[in-house]
Structure formats: C-alpha cells, structure tokens
C-alpha cells in the first residue's frame, strides 16, 4: 500500500473532547462550608446567658464569648480536680484546655474574649495584691529569725538550729500574657494547679516557638498541655529550677490565612508535627456577623455577677463537696458513673 493510501488510526480522545459541549469556563473560587450555630444548651444556663449578653452588645459571633468562658472555668479548677477515665487504670485528666478563635481581621475576636476573661484578671490582679503584703510581711519575719539565729548561734548553737525560719509566701497567678519558657516554670512551681496563657495573636506565639533556639519551650509547652507532669531545668548561672506539675491552659486568636500555613505544616510531616496544632481541643471559626446593629445597653449584670462567683468557687475547690477522691499520690478525682464509663 502506497503512503498515499495509509489510514489513520482513530484517536477516541480527541474525538469524545470534539463531540463534548463545552461550557464557558467559570472562575474558581474557595469556599467554606455552613457553620451550624453553636449550640448553647451544652453550657450551664447562666454561663451561657453571659456569654449571649457579651456576643450581643459587641455584635460578634457566640462563638468567640463562649470558648473564652468555658476555658476561663477550665483554669479556674486547673489540676486541682481531675477526671478518671479507667475505673482500674491510673490515668488522671486535669480541666484544662487549649483554644483559639479563628477570623479575619478586625472581625471583633479580642474584646469579647478580653470581656469573658475580666473576672480571672481580676482574681489575678487581687491575688497580686496579697502577694506583696505577704511579701512585706515575710520579710520582716525573716528579718527577726535571722537577728535571732545569729544571737543564739553564739551561745546555744543547737537552740539556733531549732528556730523555724518563716514560710516564704508564693503569688498566686491565674493569667499570664507573655513569659520567658524559664519564668513560666518558675510561676507552675508556685502554682501547681495551673493557670491561663492569653496571647491575643497566636502568629506570634507558633513562629516564637518554631525558632531553633526555642525548642525547650516549644517543649514545656507540650509538657504543660498534660496539666499532670513536672519540668526541671538545670542551667550554669540559674541553678535548679523545678516544677512538680505544670499545668496551661491556652487561649488565642489566630486569622485563618495563616492558620493555613500552620496546620499544612503539621499535617504534612513538617517540622510542626509534633502535636503541638492538636493540642487546641477547643478551636472555632464561626459565619461572620453579615448585619452589625449597634447594641448600646447596660451589661447583664446577674449573669456576669454568677459567672465571677462561679470562677471564684471553682478556683477554691473543697474536694470533699465535690464527692472527690484522692488517689495514693495526693490527685483528687472524680470518676464517670457506670454509664459513662461504658462510652
């Protein structure tokens, strides 16, 4: 057969593509799913009212007022009282937790959250107080026993040796904004209940810690997530620093293009994978208000007076009122009931 006379095999792809009716291409866009309203009946009624009351006259999202209250209560108890998951088992759960609240900019994450977080300020802010009195205090004490040791060592070095030197007072802390990964163990030594860590923008907290240099914070941080374990760091110059139980919580806000980049990295195998992201059990990124009214009124003060009183009585748990029991160990417990237990 001349060349002339050569059939060309049917190529079927290109066929079907000239056979197909091709639309005007459309540009393509991302988009996010519906969140479904957050449900309020999971918080204590009026807890949840307070948080309503925040949302309302700052025209956010619920979402932002609520984690803020629900991790504000899970500082407040801390290590103090934890949760037994195994009836048998000796694993011990303490209340506190990790969250972030996800938007973009000036979508009004900070002052709800900065509201709902009022009342612990304030018991820090009194517990600071306390602590210099009792500092003042202290030392005049320590001034008078080290006057009489250095009499009685003189003369009756055994009687000096007797003397009890007066207990050093420890500051209570229930927030901390922005810390060195040293003083932070320094403050769980002093608070072995725990306390809160607020950094407003969370960007600042993930590339701090991403630094080589910051390795043995990124690794308190993680530590400090269990709520059950000790940190002792020994340093020329410091000397021995140690904290029998440390305890965080974490609260933050973040936007979600950079949120992007950090959950990527520790998805994918990157340097971020070593659970720190998983750590934030409570994390929301709610619909953005599309309507803003200004709402100017007076706050809802039996809500916010219940929320304060309730913050204050979990911070000063008495486990016998709670039903708690305390393990060999000293950690006070409560254990789930049979149907609990069977989930």
């Not at 809160?196 to 997530?225: M, P, V």
Request: aromatic letters at 8%; a negative charge; hydrophobic letters at 45%.
């Amino acid at each position: 057969m001349s060349k002339s006379m050569q059939v060309k095999p049917l190529d079927l792809n290109s066929a079907l593509v000239d056979a197909i009716d091709w639309h005007d291409p459309i540009q393509l866009g991302e988009s996010l799913p519906v969140v479904p309203t957050f449900d309020m009946r999971i918080l204590p009624k009026m807890v949840g009212r307070y948080a309503s009351d925040i949302a309302e006259r700052m025209g956010c999202p619920v979402d932002f007022p609520v984690v803020a209250t629900v991790i504000a209560m899970a500082t407040a108890i801390g290590s103090s009282a934890t949760i037994k998951p195994y009836d048998k088992g000796t694993w011990y759960v303490p209340a506190n937790l990790w969250g972030m609240c996800v938007s973009p900019p000036s979508a009004i994450k900070s002052p709800p959250i900065l509201e709902a977080l009022r009342a612990l300020k304030t018991m820090d802010r009194l517990a600071a107080d306390k602590y210099a009195k009792d500092a003042r205090d202290y030392d005049i004490l320590y001034a008078n026993y080290d006057s009489n040791v250095k009499k009685l060592v003189k003369t009756d070095p055994q009687a000096a040796l007797a003397l009890a030197a007066p207990e050093e007072p420890k500051m209570n802390r229930y927030i901390v904004n922005d810390s060195t990964y040293e003083m932070l163990i320094a403050i769980a030594a002093a608070n072995p209940q725990g306390f809160l860590i607020w950094r407003d923008e969370l960007i600042g907290w993930f590339h701090s810690l991403s630094k080589e240099n910051q390795k043995e914070a990124r690794g308190l941080y993680l530590t400090g997530w269990s709520g059950s374990d000790g940190y002792a760091t020994d340093r020329i110059g410091r000397g021995h620093v140690r904290a029998d139980k440390v305890c965080f919580s974490l609260l933050g806000t973040i936007q979600p293009n950079v949120l992007r980049t950090i959950v990527q990295d520790a998805v994918s195998g990157g340097a971020g994978d070593d659970g720190l992201m998983a750590r934030f059990q409570l994390a929301v990124y709610p619909n953005p208000v599309t309507e803003w009214h200004k709402v100017d009124r007076h706050m809802d003060i039996e809500a916010a007076t219940h929320y304060e009183d309730l913050l204050a009585r979990l911070a000063s748990l008495d486990p016998k009122t709670i039903g708690a029991q305390i393990a060999l160990d000293g950690t006070v417990y409560l254990e789930f009931d049979d149907e609990a237990m069977m989930l």
